[in-house]
């Protein structure tokens, strides 16, 4: 694999290279390389025989429905060989944090309902309702959507659901929103939300405790 290797040769009906030294180097033993996986469980199972890390897609429903998939991963790559240390799971989700519930509710529906409806005009969804948004800002919803506490909270709460997650994805840019409605939010996230989430992770006895949150504004 070219995360794990240091020198290519390829057969030359495809490119005739021998010997060629594979550049830049990692800076770590092998390439931090995340696989990212729908909803198969095809795809968990090979991210498991792998033993590369599960970034899972949660951008709808309850994320507690995806524990089997990430169960079935871990154990494929415990068959496999792979120790624990090498099964690590994250989520890619998408959030917004403001000072209240309310104002971070109304601030990144509009962008976020504009988005969806477009995106199920090509798989067949009908146009994204207000209703439907609330729904999963309840705690066991996709969406981090809300004030600092409430977004410490559901990432607490979806850890938990998954046995441990050590990685966050945090996309606000789906909802479109002006740079001045992304800068502010991204403090708050690593000013307020990124602390309690590591005191958590500091007293949690769960197998894996999230070691950090990548923004996407």
Known sequence: ??????????????????????????????????????????????????????????????????????????EAGRRAGHSSEQLKAGIHALGYVADSDQQAADEFFPGYARSFTEIGKERGWPPTTRRQFDALLEPEGALRVGNPRTVTEKIHLVSEALGGIERLSFQMSIASLPHAKRKYPTGLLGMRVAPGVRDHAAASSAAETLRSIRVST
């Open 1 to 74: 694999m070219l995360w794990s290797i240091t020198v290519l040769t390829v057969p030359k009906h495809c490119a005739a290279l021998t010997g060629q030294a594979v550049y830049p180097r990692p800076f770590q033993k092998s390439l931090p390389i995340w696989l990212g996986v729908g909803g198969t469980p095809t795809s968990f199972i090979r991210a498991g025989m792998l033993g590369l890390p599960l970034m899972v897609a949660i951008i709808g429903g309850e994320p507690r429905r995806f524990r089997p998939l990430v169960d079935l991963y871990r």
